[in-house]
């Protein structure tokens, strides 16, 4: 569908407009119904907006808060163990992540691998080699954070400033790390 896949490129706020334009006589089917869900999702996630919190928990089970990283900017990165374009993108985050850390600048992976695949999930952290922290619910989309984020496909990503406000939304290639350079500010360090 075309507000969907465009959802993020018009904006949540006019894609979620123009989806409440639709006759309500097609919001009986599901797909339809779906729509709106990941439009209104889309809306949460806009550049400009404080993106919504959520609480998951990385590979030891210890729960991570999105708002635990309020202070630094941070690329909230959604993936899966068998998303062969995640996967490639792995080698770009990793170099990025790299150059940037001492910039207060984090990735925080948002795996959206099932139950199933858990162990898919954890093997490609490591072949991959992600050091930076890792986290999921183990419900694919169906997850709350992937419906409250507007995630309909992967890999998606969403720049966050310090304050938590979406300032960039799927960067990627070997171009990532100049994008990000150019958007992260070197954040003072408190001790």
Known sequence: MVLQDKAKEFGGKL??????????????????????????????????????G????????????????????VLVDFWASWCAPCRAESPNLRA????????GFEILGVSLDLKASQKAWLAAIHKDNLTWAQVSDLKGFESKTAVDW?????????LLDPQGKVIAVNIRGINAFWDLARLVQPVAQTN
Do not use: C, W
């Open 15 to 52: 894609a979620d407009s123009l989806y409440r334009t639709l006759s309500p006589s097609l919001t009986k089917y599901d797909d339809v119904r779906q729509l709106g869900i990941l439009l209104r999702g889309a809306a949460n996630v806009a550049v400009g907006q404080i993106a919504p």
């Open 54 to 73: 959520f609480t998951m928990y990385d590979t030891t089970g210890h729960a991570v808060t999105l708002s635990s990283y309020r202070g630094k900017y």
């Open 96 to 103: 990025a992540y790299e150059k940037l850390k001492d910039r």
């Open 150 to 158: 507007g995630v309909a496909s992967i890999p998606a990503n969403f």
